[in-house]
Nanobody
Framework: VQLQASGGGLVQAGGSLRLSCVAS????????LGWYRQSPGKERELVAA???????HYADSVKGRGTISRDNAKKTVYLEMNSLKPEDTAVYYC????????????WGQGTLVTVSS
């Protein structure tokens, strides 16, 4: 399984972006997917997750500002974020787990999001 994330870049505070992550392999439709992020000097943290059945979970820091979704036909998971803040600046990683709410089994390469104030 390979995960390819894209969509990062420089965004002004208050702006929006959409990250995409395309996966290879045949287990995508039944896998749980997530977006994590890591800022310099901080641990990697879960931003949002979506189960194989479509249930979603969000970190408190992005609730109301982020939306995770998946397109099984395209083997793609998305993260849309709006009202971006400088503290959202991080490298964002997509991840795939074989079971819902389990630790990821596969990671994407990361895409950098920089939010300017």
């Amino acid at each position: 399984v390979q995960l390819q994330a894209s969509g990062g870049g420089l965004v002004q505070a208050g702006g929006s972006l959409r990250l995409s992550c395309v996966a290879s392999g045949s287990i995508f439709s039944v896998s749980a997917l997530g977006w994590y992020r890591q800022s310099p000097g901080k641990e990697r943290e879960l931003v949002a997750a979506i189960t194989g059945g479509g249930s979603t979970h969000y970190a408190d820091s992005v609730k109301g500002r982020g939306t995770i979704s998946r397109d099984n036909a395209k083997k793609t998971v998305y993260l849309e974020m709006n009202s971006l803040k400088p503290e959202d600046t991080a490298v964002y990683y997509c991840a795939m787990s074989y079971s819902d709410y389990a630790r990821p089994n596969h990671w994407g390469q990361g895409t950098l999001v920089t939010v300017s104030s």
